[in-house]
């Protein structure tokens, strides 16, 4: 079955520090896969996603076939990065958006 | 329009009534989902159309459910008998199909249901 799971539903860093939220998930294709976002009061947008290869906010993420992980990554947080971020697949054929997404991960950075 | 619209962006219904919400996507995205989003259960698969047809109906969690699309735009998602469990906030999102723009989401802000 074709499940996306970010195990913490918490992450609290303060402000300068490495930020890293985890995402795994289990899909017997190739899949694709993308983090989204939603600040406080906005809407839900996409961050990035792993086919684009890009660093987007000054956050990465690389997809690891082995260890079937698309982890999110930031060398310094920044205040403004505080939000829910979800980790996403898509589980449809690959050109519709079925996106399957994880619980979601609350990202609070103290100043 | 620029953005997903969603309508109402709030209702508060009792247990039992129907309810209808609104989704009017980006124009010319052809695609079209609904999610909900419940506190502590993450974002939950509803239901996709592409153009007016909907080929995945897998998320839709009872015959309560239902949603179509008509011209291949505007979308309504109702829920008959609302229990108590069917509060959240229902997202509708759309996309373009095929090329870079496919599977990339545009959300609407959401109609955040209460059922008392």
């Known amino acids: 079955a074709q499940r996306v799971t970010q195990p913490e539903k918490l992450l609290s860093v303060f402000k300068g520090a490495p930020v890293e939220l985890k995402c795994n998930y289990s899909?017997?294709?190739?899949?694709?896969l993308f983090w989204y976002v939603q600040y406080s009061r906005q809407r839900l947008q996409l961050l990035l996603r792993?086919?684009s290869r890009e660093s987007i906010k000054g956050f990465t993420a690389d997809l690891n076939k082995g260890e079937t992980s698309f982890h999110l990554k930031k060398p310094f947080a920044q205040e403004e990065d505080s939000a829910m971020y979800y980790c996403a697949l898509n589980g449809g054929s690959s050109n519709t958006g079925k996106l399957i997404f994880g619980q979601g991960t609350t990202l609070q950075v103290k100043p | 329009g620029a953005g997903v619209s969603q309508s109402p962006s709030n209702k508060v219904t009792e247990k039992g009534k129907d309810v209808e919400l609104r989704c009017d996507p980006i124009?010319?995205?052809?695609?079209l989902y609904w999610y909900r989003q419940s506190l502590g259960q993450g974002l939950e698969f509803l239901i996709y159309?592409?153009?007016?047809?909907?080929?995945?109906k897998s998320g839709l969690p009872s015959d309560r459910f239902s949603a179509e699309r008509t011209g291949g735009s505007v979308s309504t998602l109702t829920i008959q008998r609302t229990q108590q469990e069917d509060s959240a906030v229902y997202l509708c999102?759309?996309?373009?199909?095929?090329?870079?723009?496919?599977?990339?989401?545009?959300f609407g802000a959401g109609s955040r249901l209460t059922v008392l």
């Open positions: 792993h086919i």
């Open positions: 159309f592409q153009g007016n047809s909907a080929p995945d």
């Open positions: 999102a759309s996309s373009l199909t095929g090329g870079s723009g496919a599977n990339v989401l545009t």
């Open positions: 899909y017997s294709g190739s899949p694709e």
């Open positions: 124009s010319g995205h052809t695609a």
